[in-house]
Protein backbone atom coordinates (compact mmCIF):
# COMPACT_ATOMS: atom_id res chain seq x y z
CA UNK A 1 0.00 0.00 0.00
CA UNK A 2 1.31 3.46 -0.91
CA UNK A 3 1.77 6.17 1.58
CA UNK A 4 0.32 9.92 0.50
CA UNK A 5 1.49 13.03 2.82
CA UNK A 6 -0.71 16.13 2.07
CA UNK A 7 0.60 19.57 2.66
CA UNK A 8 -1.80 21.71 3.71
CA UNK A 9 -1.08 24.85 1.28
CA UNK A 10 1.16 22.82 -0.90
CA UNK A 11 0.82 25.11 -3.88
CA UNK A 12 2.37 28.30 -1.86
CA UNK A 13 5.04 25.98 -0.80
CA UNK A 14 5.56 24.46 -4.51
CA UNK A 15 6.21 28.12 -6.31
CA UNK A 16 8.10 29.43 -3.42
CA UNK A 17 10.24 26.31 -3.96
CA UNK A 18 10.32 26.73 -8.19
CA UNK A 19 10.85 30.50 -7.27
CA UNK A 20 13.90 29.37 -5.18
CA UNK A 21 15.04 26.72 -8.11
CA UNK A 22 14.93 29.54 -10.97
CA UNK A 23 16.80 31.74 -8.76
CA UNK A 24 19.72 29.48 -7.71
CA UNK A 25 19.86 28.27 -11.54
CA UNK A 26 20.01 31.82 -12.56
CA UNK A 27 22.72 32.41 -9.80
CA UNK A 28 24.46 29.32 -11.37
CA UNK A 29 24.19 30.69 -14.44
CA UNK A 30 25.60 33.72 -13.98
CA UNK A 31 28.98 32.56 -11.79
CA UNK A 32 29.54 30.04 -15.19
CA UNK A 33 29.62 32.83 -17.49
CA UNK A 34 31.85 34.63 -15.18
CA UNK A 35 34.55 31.84 -15.21
CA UNK A 36 34.10 31.19 -18.76
CA UNK A 37 35.09 34.85 -19.15
CA UNK A 38 38.02 34.68 -16.97
CA UNK A 39 39.45 31.93 -18.59
CA UNK A 40 38.73 33.41 -21.91
CA UNK A 41 40.83 36.53 -20.47
CA UNK A 42 43.28 34.57 -19.01
CA UNK A 43 44.12 32.48 -22.23
CA UNK A 44 44.31 35.74 -24.03
CA UNK A 45 46.47 37.66 -21.49
CA UNK A 46 49.13 34.49 -21.29
CA UNK A 47 48.99 34.68 -25.31
CA UNK A 48 50.46 37.73 -25.26
CA UNK A 49 52.42 38.13 -21.91
CA UNK A 50 54.46 34.86 -23.20
CA UNK A 51 55.29 36.32 -26.27
CA UNK A 52 53.56 33.70 -28.25
CA UNK A 53 51.02 36.05 -29.90
CA UNK A 54 52.37 37.27 -33.44
CA UNK A 55 49.28 38.87 -35.05
CA UNK A 56 46.77 38.34 -32.00
CA UNK A 57 44.39 35.81 -34.19
CA UNK A 58 44.36 32.97 -32.07
CA UNK A 59 43.96 35.34 -29.05
CA UNK A 60 40.85 37.23 -30.49
CA UNK A 61 39.87 33.57 -31.59
CA UNK A 62 39.28 32.39 -28.31
CA UNK A 63 35.40 32.32 -28.06
CA UNK A 64 33.18 31.18 -25.66
CA UNK A 65 30.00 28.48 -25.99
CA UNK A 66 27.37 28.51 -23.41
CA UNK A 67 25.56 25.57 -23.42
CA UNK A 68 22.96 22.97 -21.04
CA UNK A 69 20.47 25.75 -20.17
CA UNK A 70 23.68 28.05 -19.42
CA UNK A 71 25.47 25.65 -17.02
CA UNK A 72 27.89 24.60 -19.40
CA UNK A 73 30.30 26.87 -21.35
CA UNK A 74 33.76 25.94 -23.55
CA UNK A 75 36.28 28.29 -24.14
CA UNK A 76 38.34 27.85 -27.22
CA UNK A 77 39.49 28.04 -30.92
CA UNK A 78 38.77 26.32 -34.04
CA UNK A 79 42.04 27.83 -35.10
CA UNK A 80 44.02 24.83 -36.99
CA UNK A 81 47.52 25.56 -34.98
CA UNK A 82 45.91 25.93 -31.64
CA UNK A 83 46.71 22.83 -30.82
CA UNK A 84 50.51 22.96 -31.90
CA UNK A 85 51.03 26.32 -29.71
CA UNK A 86 49.33 24.92 -26.64
CA UNK A 87 50.82 20.63 -26.69
CA UNK A 88 53.91 21.80 -28.91
CA UNK A 89 54.39 19.65 -31.66
CA UNK A 90 56.31 16.38 -31.53
CA UNK A 91 59.04 15.52 -34.10
CA UNK A 92 58.39 14.30 -37.24
CA UNK A 93 55.98 17.23 -38.14
CA UNK A 94 56.36 19.38 -40.66
CA UNK A 95 54.89 22.83 -40.43
CA UNK A 96 53.58 24.37 -43.84
CA UNK A 97 56.75 27.08 -45.14
CA UNK A 98 53.92 29.09 -46.68
CA UNK A 99 51.76 29.27 -43.29
CA UNK A 100 55.52 30.35 -41.74
CA UNK A 101 56.47 33.04 -43.92
CA UNK A 102 54.25 35.90 -42.55
CA UNK A 103 55.31 35.17 -39.41
CA UNK A 104 58.74 34.90 -40.98
CA UNK A 105 58.27 38.56 -41.87
CA UNK A 106 56.60 40.17 -38.95
CA UNK A 107 59.32 38.80 -36.45
CA UNK A 108 62.03 37.70 -37.71
CA UNK A 109 62.23 41.05 -39.70
CA UNK A 110 62.83 39.85 -43.32
CA UNK A 111 61.82 41.63 -45.48
CA UNK A 112 62.80 40.16 -48.79
CA UNK A 113 59.94 37.73 -50.08
CA UNK A 114 62.39 35.36 -51.78
CA UNK A 115 64.80 35.36 -48.39
CA UNK A 116 61.45 34.37 -46.24
CA UNK A 117 60.27 31.64 -47.84
CA UNK A 118 64.35 30.39 -47.74
CA UNK A 119 64.32 30.93 -43.64
CA UNK A 120 60.71 29.55 -43.45
CA UNK A 121 61.87 26.33 -45.02
CA UNK A 122 64.88 26.19 -42.89
CA UNK A 123 62.31 26.69 -39.92
CA UNK A 124 59.96 24.22 -41.08
CA UNK A 125 62.63 21.54 -41.49
CA UNK A 126 64.12 22.15 -37.75
CA UNK A 127 60.16 21.49 -36.97
CA UNK A 128 60.20 18.43 -38.49
CA UNK A 129 63.78 17.62 -36.82
CA UNK A 130 63.26 18.50 -33.57
CA UNK A 131 59.19 19.59 -33.13
CA UNK A 132 58.43 22.36 -31.27
CA UNK A 133 57.99 23.00 -27.23
CA UNK A 134 54.37 23.23 -25.65
CA UNK A 135 53.33 27.33 -25.07
CA UNK A 136 50.23 26.51 -22.79
CA UNK A 137 47.62 29.12 -22.21
CA UNK A 138 44.20 27.68 -22.42
CA UNK A 139 44.94 24.50 -19.92
CA UNK A 140 46.74 26.94 -17.22
CA UNK A 141 44.20 29.60 -17.60
CA UNK A 142 41.28 27.10 -17.23
CA UNK A 143 43.54 25.43 -14.15
CA UNK A 144 43.71 28.91 -12.38
CA UNK A 145 39.78 29.26 -12.53
CA UNK A 146 38.81 26.04 -11.37
CA UNK A 147 40.64 26.06 -7.79
CA UNK A 148 38.46 29.22 -7.10
CA UNK A 149 35.62 28.17 -9.17
CA UNK A 150 33.99 26.30 -6.79
CA UNK A 151 34.20 28.70 -3.36
CA UNK A 152 32.67 31.13 -5.94
CA UNK A 153 29.85 29.34 -6.76
CA UNK A 154 29.24 27.82 -2.84
CA UNK A 155 29.17 30.96 -2.03
CA UNK A 156 27.40 32.64 -4.69
CA UNK A 157 24.48 29.89 -4.27
CA UNK A 158 24.32 30.53 -0.27
CA UNK A 159 24.10 33.97 -1.02
CA UNK A 160 21.27 33.36 -3.31
CA UNK A 161 19.53 31.66 -0.82
CA UNK A 162 20.11 33.59 2.49
CA UNK A 163 18.29 36.37 0.25
CA UNK A 164 15.38 33.88 -0.45
CA UNK A 165 14.94 32.93 2.52
CA UNK A 166 14.39 36.73 3.97
CA UNK A 167 11.95 37.33 1.18
Do not use: C
Not at 53 to 82: F, K, M, V
Not at 147 to 156: E, H, I, N
Amino acid sequence: MASRIVVEGDDAARRRIERLAAAVHATMRQEIQRTALRIQAGARRRLHEGGTSDTGRLANSIAIQIEDGGLDARIGTNLNYATAIEFGLPPGTRPDPEALQGWVRRKLGVKDRREARSVAYAIARKIERSGTAPQPYLFPAAEAERRVFRQRLQRAVRDTLREAARG
